[in-house]
């Protein structure tokens, strides 16, 4: 007969080997076997073990594209850095291929893939100035594939300026905002597919329809897919200064000029209609039956001469564009 032992005696020797890997304890009961002391027993909850109670749950952050992804500072140190440091840039010259070497890094940098699209630039007279004739470059940015037949989105803005301006506004101002977009843009979806195009040689070398050369050979280059899967084409140019955002198309107001009201009423941005407007990219696509509009546009002391500085920026201009053009993307 088995001598049983008294319950006191259990709970000491329970006691005095708890914790001492190797060593079984003696079981509870009769009918219960025994347990080896590396077997899980009653722990203290860890960060690793599931726990009783409902942890709060952190919500993943939204991927599309917000408005407050578009940092001004970077709008605004592009400004500084092709007026300052580069300064007057024709679409032919040493300079513009040293801002088009730039702006390409900067591209890069924020993800984009980039393509040099080349295209002759005429001699002419630009805005009373001689100019040579000489090649120039449009960047082309894009990220992941594209499918011609999909429905896309394209920003554009001119990098050159005429001979005697800096070109602060006219228009580091529109290649500040882009290249803002696309930094804000790494990492987050938009609606549609966008391709970013900095456009050379867009300033005049004479009447008539002797401008927009950059543009033209873009839109010219244009396969019929991608043609008709365009839905929207937005130039940026003189966007930095004024309180009020212009709204322009090239003719009566489209379905690009509508929705960029629409949004910009959401977002809180003022605008203002002006229609009738060629002064800019936006005039290549539309001339082809491709929806274009243009943001920018507010008369400036400064305009086309070496008054066109930093100076005369205003950075909440910057991110009104910003916001606006953040919010029509998403």
Not at 296 to 318: F, N, V
Request: charge should be negative; glycine fraction near 8%.
């Amino acid at each position: 007969m088995r001598r049983l032992v008294p319950p006191l005696l259990v709970v000491a020797l329970l006691a005095g080997c708890a914790g001492e890997p190797g060593e079984s304890a003696p079981s509870e009961s009769p009918n219960e076997p025994s347990r080896s002391a590396t077997a899980p027993t009653s722990t203290p909850a860890t960060a690793s073990d599931p726990s009783p109670t409902t942890e709060p749950t952190t919500l993943a952050p939204d991927p599309r594209l917000s408005a407050d992804d578009v940092e001004v500072a970077t709008a605004f140190r592009a400004v500084e850095h092709l007026a300052d440091m580069i300064g007057p840039r024709p679409g032919h010259t040493e300079a513009y291929f040293r801002a088009a070497a730039w702006a390409e890094r900067q591209l890069t940098a924020a993800g984009w893939q980039v393509e040099r699209q080349r295209f002759p630039t005429p001699a002419g007279n630009s805005w009373g100035v001689p100019v040579e004739a000489g090649p120039s470059v449009n960047l082309i940015a894009t990220r992941g594939e594209h499918d011609p037949s999909e429905p896309w989105l394209l920003v554009g803005a001119h990098l050159d300026t005429v001979p005697q301006a800096p070109g602060a506004e006219d228009n580091a101002s529109g290649v500040g905002v882009l290249l803002a977009l696309a930094e804000a843009m790494d990492g987050r979806r938009t609606r549609l597919p966008v391709t970013l195009v900095l456009f050379g040689s867009e300033e005049p070398r004479g009447p008539g329809e002797a401008h927009h050369y950059g543009s033209k050979a873009y839109v010219s280059q244009l396969g019929r897919a991608e043609r008709r899967s365009l839905e929207a084409m937005v130039s940026l140019d003189r966007v930095g200064v004024g309180d009020v955002v212009p709204v322009q198309t090239v003719r009566e107001a489209n379905d690009v000029s509508t929705a960029l009201e629409r949004v910009a009423r959401q977002a809180d941005v003022p605008t203002v209609r002006e229609e009738f407007e060629t002064s800019s990219d936006h005039e290549s696509f539309a001339d082809e039956g491709l929806p274009a509009a243009r943001l920018g546009s507010t008369p400036y002391a400064g305009y086309h001469s070496a008054g066109d500085l930093p100076s005369g920026i205003d950075r909440a201009q910057l991110a009104r564009v910003g916001r606006l053009m953040a919010s029509w993307l998403r």
